[in-house]
């Protein structure tokens, strides 16, 4: 760059051509990959007890079926995010794809309590991979505008929770648990059909020395979007000083930060190196503090929704033996559903504050209001009222865990973001299992 050639970040080239319709389809192939996490999440809550009625199981062994899965996803979270960074996004979302879809569906097809066990636990292991498509779209992203399409891309977590809901209302009571788990691996095997048409990250191939590639990729944006990629040549950011977050840890993403873990992880210890890098002096502090609120969100989410369900299935025996016996299982699936609609409002608050006061006080303030509307349940309070005060704890909640999701994937430097995410996610994953 001696010879005063102009030069662009892979940011300044994305901010220059803007947010068009090739980032709307990395949107939806990303968003339909976030739907059928959400759906297999979901359908926890309503195989188990089918199950357990149709094979007689103890309570220990209906509670199994959901441990599984999480620790599944605590192992898988960590895994994919290592494959991510070290041989790139497309295939740290195309293995865990694979892998969910497949025992997804031979879960339907499970002859005994064992093999289900066994098909749920890589289900699990495939939805830790979950979190490399929410990095692989945000590298996609002008930075200006990285805030609010995170917050739209996260509306797909609620369109999977109310598509499994509405899925198990109508298919439950009349066709069984093993129709719903097939038909809810279909989005994973819409991933795998669609596979062949999603570019690699230019920010990737960029850090690993590949920007011939990445302005490939770029022109592709340029010419979908209508735009033009803007003249010089492509430059990584560890190449200059980067000042391409709109974040509170920015300066945590020095050229040394960025380009430090990308020679180490070409070696066959690439893994653990990621893993210290991560502890290392600038980045341990954040590290550390993600693990907790990651925990800390996970643990209030799940807690939030065992605590509805626990709630409604309370309010089932009080009613008579008759009408339970008629109505409980239409009573859950419609609870189900009318709860996960309590997370839209927390979609729109988190659109509304996330890049107008920041990340962390929006989070910070919306954890508070989430406390605040549980504090009056240790009281006997009236139906409707309660009712009131876990929608509003569900919609902040939700909210909180949308901004995690943009926050945490913008500390890190690109050659170590999905691992850095994965391990952070698979820490909540922590907080789900603790309910189990």
């Known amino acids: 760059m001696g010879d005063g050639a102009p030069s662009n970040t892979i940011d300044e080239a994305l901010t220059a051509m803007g947010f068009g319709k090739f980032q709307l389809l990395v949107l939806t192939y990303a968003g339909l990959g976030w739907t059928a996490e959400a759906m297999e999440v979901m359908i926890l809550s309503v195989v188990g007890p089918a199950v357990q009625s149709a094979w007689s199981l103890s309570p220990q062994q209906e509670n199994s079926l959901t441990s599984v899965v999480f620790a599944g996803t605590l192992i898988g979270a960590y895994a994919w995010g290592i494959v991510s960074d070290k041989h790139g996004r497309r295939k740290g979302f195309l293995i865990p794809s ?31 991979g979950g979190h490399v498509l929410a990095s692989w779209f945000l590298e996609f992203v002008p930075a200006p505008n990285r805030g609010t399409w995170m917050v739209v891309f996260s509306t797909f977590w609620t369109l999977g929770t109310i598509m499994e809901a509405s899925l198990a209302w109508l298919i439950m009571p009349r066709l069984g648990w093993r129709w719903l788990l097939a038909l809810s691996s279909l989005p994973s095997i819409l991933l795998l059909l669609f596979y062949s048409m999603t570019p690699e990250s230019p920010r990737y191939l960029c ?13 592709k944006i340029a010419k979908m979007n209508g735009t033009t990629l803007p003249p010089g040549i492509i430059i990584s950011d560890i190449q200059t000083d980067p000042q391409r977050i709109d974040t509170e840890e920015s300066s945590l993403l020095s050229p040394e930060n960025e380009g430090g873990p990308t020679k180490a992880m070409n070696n066959d210890f690439g893994g653990i190196s990621s893993f210290l890098m991560l502890l290392s002096a600038k980045l341990a502090r954040p590290t550390l503090l993600l693990w907790i609120v990651f925990f800390g969100n996970a643990f209030s989410y799940y807690g939030l929704v065992l605590l509805t369900s626990e709630w409604n299935s309370g309010r089932s025996k009080c009613n008579s033996d008759s009408l339970q016996s008629e109505k409980t299982n239409d009573v859950s699936y419609r609870d189900v559903f009318v709860a996960s609609f309590a997370e839209l409002p927390g979609l729109l608050l988190s659109a509304a504050a996330v890049d107008k ?26 139906e409707g009222l309660i009712t009131v005060l876990l929608f509003g704890a569900r919609t902040c909640i939700m909210g909180s865990f949308t901004i995690i999701y943009i926050y945490a994937p913008e500390i890190y430097p690109t050659s170590v973001r999905s691992t850095g995410v994965g391990i952070a996610s698979a820490v909540s994953r922590i907080g789900g299992i603790e309910y189990v």
């Open 357 to 382: 006061i920041g990340r962390k006080i929006s989070m910070s303030a919306m954890l508070f209001v989430y406390c605040i509307f549980l504090l009056p349940l240790v009281f006997h309070l009236p």
């Open 98 to 128: 694979l892998i969910t879809a497949t025992a997804g569906l031979l879960s339907a097809f499970s002859p005994s309590f064992i093999f289900l066990i066994f098909f749920r636990f890589m289900v699990g292991i495939g939805l830790g």
């Open 207 to 219: 850090s690993n020395g590949r920007s011939a590639d990445a302005v490939i990729i770029l022109e």
